[in-house]
């Protein structure tokens, strides 16, 4: 994540795409627990006829697995057609999203200021 200021909403945090495959996430997650493959996601994001949120296949299992590095997403792998295939969740809802990222931003700025100046 990189922390954009000029931006807003998930934009702060995210590219488009990257914003609209969270929020879909969740979308899928409100009622039951439910994966997405990065098959099923570059197709969501091609099938949105955003122009701005196609991105190559290669791109969005990038993000994905970038999502997960930043403890955001979590997968399990699953045995499918060619061998086993990753399928992702999110480690966290909106509101637990929101309190990672505070505490994250607070706990950064307190390691680089350590002390507030006299």
């Given amino acids: 994540m990189k922390f ?11 590219k488009p795409y990257q914003a609209a495959l969270l929020k879909h996430l969740w979308g899928l997650n409100s009622e039951t627990r439910t994966g997405l ?18 991105k190559s296949r290669a791109s969005v299992i990038f993000s994905l697995n970038d ?7 979590e997968y399990e ?11 992702y969740y999110p480690k966290m809802n909106r509101e637990e999203f929101a309190k990672h990222v ?12 350590p002390s507030e100046p006299e």
Avoid at 37 to 54: C, I, N, P, R, V
Avoid at 77 to 87: D, F, L, P
């Fill in 102 to 113: 505070k505490k994250t931003i607070i706990d950064k700025l307190a390691e680089v200021f």
């Fill in 67 to 73: 999502m997960i590095d930043d403890g955001i997403l």
């Fill in 77 to 87: 792998e699953e045995s499918g057609k060619g061998g086993y295939h990753r399928v």
């Fill in 37 to 54: 493959t990065s098959s099923q996601a570059y197709t969501f994001l091609l099938e949105t006829g955003d122009s701005e949120l196609k």
């Fill in 4 to 14: 954009d200021t000029s931006k807003d909403g998930l934009l702060t945090l995210f």
